[in-house]
């Protein structure tokens, strides 16, 4: 599986970014996909989660009511909606898959990453 996400950038706080990633895979409904971050010296952490369907979606404490997790699977993409984005939301932005996994909400079964965006939120 191959991830390329898009849509980083630099914006104020309080503004708004949505990441995208496509994904070339022969079943992209097989995957469960996520995104996650990773700031300048701290360890990445997940950030959201969504199954397979869509029907299903995780959000880290930090993000939960300002981002929104989604999936186009006709199109295999995955996006990221970031609101009312903080300087804390400062990180590389990665997309990740879990084509192996029984469950879609196990972080530690993503497998395959993007190269990551970066996204800066000033102050």
């Known amino acids: 599986v191959q991830l390329v996400e898009s849509g980083g950038g630099l914006v104020q706080a309080g503004q708004s970014l949505r990441l995208s990633c496509g994904a070339s895979?022969?079943?992209?409904?097989?995957?469960?996909m996520g995104w996650f971050r990773q700031a300048p010296g701290k360890e990445r952490e997940t950030v959201a989660l969504?199954?397979?369907?869509?029907?299903?979606?995780y959000y880290a404490d930090a993000v939960k009511g300002r981002f929104t997790i989604s999936r186009d699977n006709a199109k295999n993409t995955v996006d990221l909606r970031m609101n009312s984005l903080k300087p804390e939301d400062t990180a590389v932005y990665y997309c990740?898959?879990?084509?192996?996994?029984?469950?879609?909400?196990?972080?530690?079964?993503?497998?395959?990453w993007g190269h990551g965006t970066q996204v800066t939120v000033s102050s």
């Open positions: 990740a898959a879990n084509e192996f996994g029984s469950r879609w909400d196990v972080s530690e079964d993503f497998s395959s």
């Open positions: 895979a022969r079943a992209f409904t097989n995957l469960a």
């Open positions: 969504i199954d397979w369907t869509g029907g299903f979606t």
